[in-house]
């Protein structure tokens, strides 16, 4: 079974222009999140899908980022236009229960690494 | 507000030596508690967790970490340590539906 994948890796851009990162979770898995890690920080929620609906989006920073899941499938995480505090690397996780609720853990993706110069 | 200290941010050990990773949390009400590890350019994976039970709880691979109420702590321990043990581990409690995480603990095992 494939894990949480996220692409790109890396990404290199310079303030002002947008990125989008995307995430594909585990098949079957409803629950999909992201996570934020700013070098030297912890990592930080920003916000949490239930199929396509946001579930929590109380951890996202400002309006310049935008997530969406369409058919609550794969997931997109825009930053339009990006500012140099939005280095750091952005993980995604999916789960297929809730975390509280059952037994049920959050599988992570490799984190893409973003670099805004 | 839940929140997780890690007290240290980098340890280097030797190689078979014991090693305590501590983390500290802060909730008004009970937690599930959580390690996870990042080995180099790899995702994080769960090490182990508490839900309820039994306040102590194993990985596979010889750690171990305690469920301490009293003292709002989830040490993470392993007796001897390996090369192949140096990650960056990650202490987190459950809040709602997210995880909390504390600012990671560079492990660093030295031959």
């Known amino acids: 079974e494939a894990g949480v994948t996220q692409f790109p890796s890396h990404s290199v851009i310079e303030k002002g222009q947008t990125v989008t990162l995307r995430c594909d979770p585990i098949?079957?898995?409803?629950?999909l999140y992201w996570y934020r890690r700013v070098m030297g920080k912890e990592i930080k929620f920003l916000l949490h899908?239930?199929?396509?609906?946001?579930?929590?989006e109380s951890g996202m920073p400002n309006n310049r980022f935008l997530a969406e899941r369409t058919g609550g499938t794969y997931s997109t995480l825009k930053v339009q236009p990006a500012e140099l505090e939005d280095s750091g690397v952005y993980f995604c996780?999916?789960?297929?229960?809730?975390?509280?609720?059952?037994?049920?853990?959050?599988?992570f993706g490799p984190g893409t690494r973003l670099t805004v110069l | 507000a839940q929140s997780v200290t890690q007290l240290d941010s980098q340890v280097p050990v030797f190689e078979e030596a014991p090693v305590e990773l501590r983390c500290n949390y802060s909730?008004?009400?009970?937690?599930?508690l959580f390690w996870y590890v990042q080995y180099p350019n790899q995702g994080l994976q769960l090490l182990l967790k508490?839900?309820?039970?039994?306040?102590l709880v194993e990985s596979i691979n010889g750690f171990e970490a305690e469920f301490n109420k009293s003292q709002t702590s989830f040490h993470l321990r392993k007796p001897s340590v390996h090369i192949s043990d140096t990650a960056e581990y990650f202490c987190?409690?459950?809040?709602?539906?997210?995880?909390?995480f504390g600012k990671g603990t560079k492990l660093t095992v030295n031959p």
């Open positions: 909730s008004s009400v009970s937690v599930y």
């Open positions: 899908f239930v199929k396509e609906s946001k579930q929590d």
């Open positions: 098949s079957g898995h409803d629950n």
């Open positions: 996780a999916s789960s297929q229960g809730r975390l509280v609720s059952s037994y049920n853990e959050q599988f």
């Open positions: 508490y839900l309820s039970g039994s306040t």
């Open positions: 987190a409690v459950s809040f709602s539906e997210k995880l909390v």
